[in-house]
Structure formats: C-alpha cells, structure tokens
C-alpha cells in the first residue's frame, strides 16, 4: 500500500515539475493539460490525507505562474477549454512574491504582470493560518511602469484603512489561497472560487 502511494506522489511531481521546467526554462515536454489538472487534483487529494502543515517561510519569495484552471464560473462559462486547464504564455510573465514578517503570520504580497517593457504591480497586506495553509491577502497599492519609467503609482480603496480593515476580517470574506503542495521550487493551491494553479521558480 505504502509503495503504490509512493509511486502515485512521484508521478504527479514529476507532471508538475516538467510542467514548471517548460515554462521557466524551456526544457522538458509539457505535460497535456488534461493529464497536469490531474496531477494537481492528485496533489491536492495526497495532501487531504496526509495534512501536512506549511509554514509562511516556505512561500517566502518570488514563483511565476505556470497553469491555471480558472474558476468554477469561469470554467462553466469557457467550457472544455478551460475545465482542462492552459499553461500562461512564456511572453507573459505573472509573478507572486510574498514576504512574510519575521516570527508572525503576517506579511505582504506582490502581484506583478510583465508584458515587454510594461510592469503592473499589485502589493498589499497578506496573512498566513496554519495548518489549514491559507494564505489571505487584498491588494491595496497599484504601480505601472514603462522600463525604468514610472507611470503611474497610487492606492486601491483607501490604502492603509483597507490594510488595518484586512487584519480584522474573516478569511471567508478575502481573497485567499489554500495551498496544497510546497515545495523547494513548485507550490500549487487552489482558490477562493475554486480555480487551480500552479507555480515555480
């Protein structure tokens, strides 16, 4: 019993890893989507079972987006295209950075989306719950530059009222991640409503 579990963890790393490598290093194949959205339902079902607890150092950093499946209204509205899931372009680089605050829960997260030269960033405040791995967070401060031009940098509803009105909230009202792998160089969670996705650096 012990070895076909085994077996089945290694093989979903190893779809997620080469996933992770195509998109970031533009080696190894990629694995279909159908077989990858697989591959993060395994994950996700080995990690129902064995409930591992993730602490908020082991997100610390900077992972790009490698796949996603969209939402659960999203995919009844885009159909089979987006139940199967789609790898993010190489030209579009989505990147979440996440800094958690020395011994607390607490920290901040980056959104940034990259095309050519133009770089809009998301930051706001971000809370980590142990051991349910939920990682809350609201953005609350936009940039947008041109190179090393800044076009434009302001707050999303209210700046730092909306940072203290974060802590103080039920995660149920907040955007949040719920993370079911982490790992040195690949993470994967699914969403708020209901969306896969997967990282790597």
Known sequence: MLIVLFNKVMNYLL???QAVSWTLKK????????Q??????????????????????????TWRLCFITGTKQAQNKAGVVLRSGRYLPRWAMIELTYHP????????????????AINLTLTGPAKFLSPKNILA???????ITLGNVNLY????????ESEEKFYEEKVKKQAFFT???IENNVIA???????LALWGR
């Open 15 to 17: 779809s997620l890893q």
């Open 27 to 34: 080696q190894e194949e990629k694995p279909p989507s159908d």
């Open 36 to 61: 990858l959205v697989l591959a993060l339902v395994a994950a996700e079902k080995s990690s129902r079972q064995t409930k591992p607890s993730y602490t908020p150092q082991q997100l610390k950093g």
């Open 101 to 116: 605050a020395k011994a607390s829960t607490l920290g901040t997260i980056e959104n940034a989306i990259k095309l050519g």
């Open 137 to 143: 967070f609201d953005f609350t401060q936009i940039s």
């Open 153 to 160: 940098q302001g707050k999303i509803r209210g700046g730092k």
């Open 179 to 181: 993370y079911f792998l």
């Open 189 to 195: 969670a699914r969403g708020r409503g209901g969306g």
